[in-house]
């Protein structure tokens, strides 16, 4: 059954691949509920063996560039939005629930607009595991080789080689 799930998955992301103009190589993997929103102008490019799991999101906004390396995988529900510049390395597997964006609201003391955004790049180097439920902001470079633990929030830049988790504490207090 998994044997006959992989090869639907596999018919259907290369028809959506070309139907959307998505610059692509062979055996990519688009599993049930994955919603592709590419505007015009904008540039992806998925390389061999790309998966995108069930129920994925992936918007890529007008004039922009998302760029997905050979192997790499994003689990179940995961978001990426991109409305400047997002690459993500070879063989880099995502967690479920990861989220990434390239961009921020613009806030000031006028308060929030709707359609204003401050925008930025992510890049993510091969070889990388990013851990469920994290979220990447813009401005981040992640290096080669790293991990990044399940709930983390990332934004900067972390070098090649290293294992990031983000610190948390539990206070448990009774009920008074």
Same mark, same amino acid.
């Given at each position: 059954?998994?044997?006959?799930?992989?090869?639907?998955?596999?018919?259907?992301?290369?028809?959506?691949?070309?139907?959307?103009?998505?610059?692509?190589?062979?055996?990519?993997?688009?599993?049930?509920?994955?919603?592709?929103?590419?505007?015009?102008?904008?540039?992806?490019?998925?390389?061999?063996?790309?998966?995108?799991?069930?129920?994925?999101?992936?918007?890529?906004?007008?004039?922009?560039?998302?760029?997905?390396?050979?192997?790499?995988?994003?689990?179940?529900?995961?978001?990426?939005?991109?409305?400047?510049?997002?690459?993500?390395?070879?063989?880099?597997?995502?967690?479920?629930?990861?989220?990434?964006?390239?961009?921020?609201?613009?806030?000031?003391?006028?308060?929030?607009?709707?359609?204003?955004?401050?925008?930025?790049?992510? +890049? =993510? #180097?091969? &070889? @990388?595991? *990013? !851990? %469920? $439920?994290?979220? /990447?902001?813009?401005?981040? +470079? =992640? #290096?080669? &080789? @790293?991990? *990044? !633990? %399940? $709930?983390?929030? /990332?934004?900067?830049?972390?070098?090649? #080689?290293?294992? @990031?988790?983000?610190?948390?504490?539990?206070? /448990?207090?009774?009920?008074?």
């Amino acid at each position: 059954m998994a044997y006959l799930r992989n090869i639907v998955a596999v018919i259907r992301g290369n028809i959506k691949c070309t139907l959307w103009k998505i610059k692509h190589t062979y055996l990519i993997r688009f599993f049930s509920g994955v919603i592709l929103t590419i505007e015009k102008s904008a540039s992806v490019e998925m390389k061999r063996g790309v998966m995108i799991g069930r129920n994925s999101s992936i918007i890529v906004r007008k004039n922009a560039f998302l760029s997905m390396g050979e192997m790499s995988s994003i689990n179940a529900d995961c978001k990426i939005v991109c409305q400047n510049y997002i690459s993500i390395g070879n063989n880099t597997i995502f967690g479920p629930n990861v989220l990434l964006y390239d961009h921020d609201h613009i806030f000031n003391s006028n308060g929030v607009k709707r359609n204003d955004f401050s925008k930025g790049k992510i +890049i =993510i #180097g091969d &070889n @990388c595991w *990013i !851990g %469920a $439920g994290t979220i /990447i902001l813009k401005d981040t +470079i =992640i #290096g080669n &080789n @790293c991990v *990044i !633990g %399940a $709930g983390s929030v /990332i934004k900067g830049k972390i070098p090649s #080689g290293m294992i @990031c988790v983000q610190k948390r504490e539990s206070i /448990i207090n009774a009920i008074k």
